[in-house]
């Protein structure tokens, strides 16, 4: 069963509720035009919202909401996968009426993006991909090993910073505070999400050539200028993926780590104007 758990539309950027069968997610609209979806990263609840004023987006219809785990959404029952957070993202999509989304994934977030472009692709339009988390065989993802064992060990603060660091630098903390100063409040309730239900949906993701044919809409693959001094895997997966996608456009973004549009929301905000206004009149992709 699908329903809205608001009568009214809501005004422009408050938090509303749907009922997605079992699951409730918390979501957020701005403004009008062609439907752009915003799918966000692990540990951080709001990891868009810069990007929500930027007035290069201002022309079409900006949807965030909090996947399952995080802020108000549902807690996680028993497990979660990304196929089963990408099925909750496409009837949420339908639920709000939203026709051939532009997608936009940041990295856990990005597999979600991925599975549905694969699975659904009459509700795609576009697909950007935000550093992907994507596993690689026998490069391990920075950090996940220590902040794994201080989680374990009942230390979730710890695990959260060393987890972040390992991926966005060690100065990430003073930028997130800026932006948003409870922040990690919110991910210390929101820890048990990531660490026990969403690291485990990310390795057990496969993506290769039978996969990667499937995807048949723009890609945009968006990678941090400064990721790869934070850890190699940043620039390993980028290139991965440009092979096995060989038609989608590569985004250096200036001045940022793998907080992204946390760190330069403008530029962000600018080359997806234009990739979306060029994928008016993109051909589909043949493979």
Do not use: C
Not at 100 to 109: E, I, K
Not at 134 to 152: D, E, F, H, K, V
């Amino acid at each position: 069963m699908l329903s809205l758990l608001m009568s009214g539309p809501g005004a422009a950027g408050e938090w509303q509720r749907a009922t997605v069968g079992t699951v409730e997610l918390e979501f957020q609209r701005h403004g009008s035009g062609e439907p752009v979806m915003f799918v966000h990263a692990g540990v951080l609840a709001d990891w868009f919202g810069p990007l929500i004023d930027e007035p290069a987006l201002r022309a079409w219809k900006l949807v965030t909401y909090h996947r399952i785990g995080y802020a108000g959404s549902s807690r996680v029952a028993q497990s979660t996968s990304i196929a089963d957070q990408a099925a909750q993202l496409k009837l949420l999509s339908g639920q709000l009426g939203l026709r051939r989304v532009h997608l936009v994934g940041h990295s856990s977030g990005a597999l979600i993006a991925m599975h549905l472009a694969i699975d659904s692709p009459d509700v795609v339009r576009t697909l950007t991909l935000l550093e992907p988390a994507l596993p690689i065989s026998g490069q391990p993802s920075p950090g996940i090993g220590t902040a794994l064992s201080q989680y374990g060990a009942g230390e979730p603060e710890a695990a959260i910073d060393t987890f972040m660091r390992a991926v966005a630098g060690p100065d990430y903390r003073a930028t997130v505070e800026r932006i948003n100063p409870q922040a990690f409040v919110q991910a210390r309730i929101d820890a048990p999400t990531f660490f026990e239900h969403e690291l485990p949906a990310v390795r057990a993701f496969r993506f290769g050539d039978e996969e990667a044919k499937r995807i048949r809409v723009p890609v945009l693959l968006v990678m941090g200028e400064r990721s790869d001094k934070v850890s190699p895997v940043w620039r390993q997966r980028h290139e991965a993926l440009l092979r096995l996608l060989p038609h989608a456009e590569s985004f250096v973004l200036p001045g940022s780590t793998h907080l992204l549009q946390l760190q330069n929301p403008r530029a962000m905000a600018e080359r997806l104007a234009v990739f979306f206004r060029e994928s008016r009149s993109a051909a589909p992709v043949n493979r």
